[in-house]
């Protein structure tokens, strides 16, 4: 194991958006990781906004974490 450099537009356990863990399910498994449930992902909701920025870093590939979904909705209000 030598100087293996993480790649963010290849690592999809990173948030798109801040670079964070995302702790994406589907990712972790994806690893070997066993993991019973849903996606965290799937009891929130995403803006159109925020998945907007995501695709035009990435065109979606990777989730985006919790903290920034979280500091989205506040930004909104509601
Ligand atoms: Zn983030």
Avoid: H, Y
Wanted: a positive charge.
């Amino acid at each position: 194991m030598s100087g293996r450099v993480v790649d963010l537009e290849m690592d999809r356990s990173r948030c798109v958006l801040c670079g964070g863990p995302n702790a994406c399910v589907m990712e972790r498994r994806a690893r070997g990781e066993t993991v019973d449930g849903p996606c965290w992902c799937v009891r929130r909701i995403f803006p159109e906004e925020l998945k907007a920025r995501a695709s035009e870093r990435d065109g979606g590939a990777s989730c985006i974490c919790q903290a920034c979904l979280d500091s989205a909705g506040e930004a909104r209000g509601r």
